[in-house]
């Protein structure tokens, strides 16, 4: 049921990110922000499947972060991202940096 979940998500993030760079490049700003054109089809169902059945596979560990698992998922996105034209958006990578702060809880 998790394994479900979690491709139900990879899914719905992979779709809801190739839509979002559709709909910056309808922005009538979009001009300055370099995106290129994607011709209606180039995304299809064929395509969204075959990217969640490799994210689902055994190859990716689960893809925890931290893991050789999310390295892997990072390089295909990655690659994919790369095939359809698109560019890095931070400065240059394809991933953003997230500091994280660690809490501690105290025993009372």
Do not use: H, Y
């Amino acid at each position: 049921m998790i394994r479900k979940s979690i491709l139900i998500g990879a899914a719905i993030s992979l779709g809801l990110t190739l839509a979002g760079c559709k709909a910056a490049a309808d922005n009538s700003d979009a001009a300055s922000l370099n995106i290129p054109d994607v011709a209606a089809g180039d995304i299809s169902v064929d395509t969204m499947k075959s990217v969640v059945q490799s994210l689902a596979s055994d190859e990716f560990e689960g893809r925890a972060p931290g893991t050789v698992g999310e390295a892997k998922t990072v390089a295909l996105l990655t690659e994919k991202f790369k095939q359809v034209g698109l560019k890095p958006g931070n400065n240059g990578s394809w991933v953003q940096d997230v500091p994280l702060v660690e809490i501690t809880g105290k025993d009372f």
